[in-house]
């Protein structure tokens, strides 16, 4: 880009976002520092950013068993978020394949059940939800947390509108070869879906990763405990070093993370496929 | 066949929304004290409701959360998409990974930061922004003023910076023939984005929007149950959730706490009934080759008009 102005307008736009980001990260950046500060280095003097030492005690103590069992929470809540996800994206991409895709009676009422789940969520819907939750039994149990957090309507209504996208002409002519309904799916819709079901299997893990509510509502033994849950218990509670706390959430945004750079390329696609309108 | 595919999700859905839910609306409707189902009482806890202060203000700043929510982050994230757009290549990534940070940190790693950065001896904020200009210590996570600008400032944080990389998405995947044809009339960059860019933009925007108020009137609740610990008395009267809580979990008045939540479910419905309205009308009735042709003539008029 040779245009003098152009790049004027490059650099500007950089430095501005630069800015935005910068803000945006700060918080974050301050977290990092925090959880190499003992207490009184936190509470003490604000004004300084940085520790003094770089003190990896916040995080002993996360490892150490003593108060605060991570690796136990830290297998709880994966096993949570993954076996959630598992099962809503599964579920949604059938549905949403059939409701994408196929006229039947009934489709109405399958749309209608999915923006239902949207209207009245599960902290509306808390009290019915613990209480029917205590009745079939799964109460102090993770299947209890996981299995009213599996139910992925938005999953359904955003795939739906995926696989109504993909062009006829690749189906028919799967068709026209003899494939049958199953294997449409299977080989003919799922690749082609795959960034939109990905994004939707990115952003509902990232929520399970972090539920609280649910799992506050519904477990009772401390080895049961969430991750997203015994974090809520600890933040700002003086019964708790904060800088622990701080190394804690450093530490939860690993895995989230790690699901954001799998699932990075496949963003943009996604979001590209569901706005085209060229048939 | 069909059914054959919708029945995991069925079954699901059945189990553990509709039963829950539709038992959840018997339960609004008796006494439902402790555990017990309690006699029928009509619509006693809903009228109650009306006229509860608590509810009336938990709904209201609820509501005015939601509202000042929408005003702050949907320009901010669309400002910053555009930005983002125009910078450097280079630097994306890197910006768009960090913005992306917020949202996958969990809401109580937030509170305990805010709970840190706003305290009222020790808070950074108090600290570099008043004290040094003579101004009094603020408590902001106690003092009635400021519990809503502290919220605000964890939903700006929190979403922004998602929304802004969906958004950018979105701009990224606008047709580019519809640009060149701009380009080519001698559009202006600002009419090029008003009548090109921003009707492309608008279900994203309105998904934004429909996202912002679900987050105000489920989710944040979640940080906002962090603010004050063991201070469930205070601050329940600033958003529903924690207000099904208590009136739950401490008086143990499950029919009402039921009520509160089905209560306010018809708000959801509204914000996500405008979005289905105005998402795609051409889509809803059925031609898409319709809009793709509206959005035809849309640069044809822009080209002749300049």
Known sequence: MVDPRGRWRLAAASIAVGSVTGAVGLPFL?????????????YGNPAAFWPESLSWGNYELLWSDGGFPFLRLFSNSLAVAIVQT??????????????????????????????????????LLLIPLFLWIGEIGLTDTLLGVIMPGSVGGVGVLFISAIMRRLPRELFDQARVEGAGEYALFWLVALPLARPGIATYAFLHFVLAWHEHLLPLVVLRSPDRFTLGLVLAGMAGSARFPQGMVMAASVAMVVPAAVAYLIVRRHFAAALAALNATEP | ?????????????????????????SLSLHAGEAFSLGPFVGTQHYERLFFDERFQSAFAH??????????????LSLITALLLQASWRRLRGLFRFILLLPGLTAPAALAALLALALHPTAGLVNNFLLVPFGRPEIDWLRDDPWILPALL???TWRWSGPLALVLLAALESIPRPYLDAAAIAGASHWTTFWRISLPFLAPVLLFGGVFIVWDAFSLSADVHLLFLRGGVGINTDRLIVPYIFL??????????????GYATAPILALSLFAFLRYRRPADAAGGAERFAEG?????RRVIDHG
């Open chain 1, 30 to 42: 301050w977290m990092i520092a925090a959880s190499f500060k003992s207490n009184p280095e936190i």
């Open chain 1, 86 to 123: 598992a099962v809503a994206v599964c579920t949604a991409t059938m549905a949403g394949f059939v409701l994408g895709r196929y006229t039947f009676p009934g489709r109405r009422l399958v749309f209608g059940a999915a923006l239902s789940t949207i209207v009245l969520p599960p902290p």
């Open chain 2, 62 to 75: 609820t509501a005015l959360f939601a509202g000042l929510a929408l005003a702050t982050v949907l320009p």
């Open chain 2, 1 to 25: 066949m069909p059914y054959a595919f919708l029945l995991p999700f069925g079954f699901l859905y059945v189990t553990f929304w509709a039963i829950p839910a539709i038992r959840g609306l």
């Open chain 2, 247 to 260: 009136a739950a979990f401490r008086f143990l008045r499950f029919g009402y706490a039921t009520a509160i």
């Open chain 2, 295 to 299: 959005q035809r003539l849309h640069a």
């Open chain 2, 153 to 155: 400032l964890q939903a």
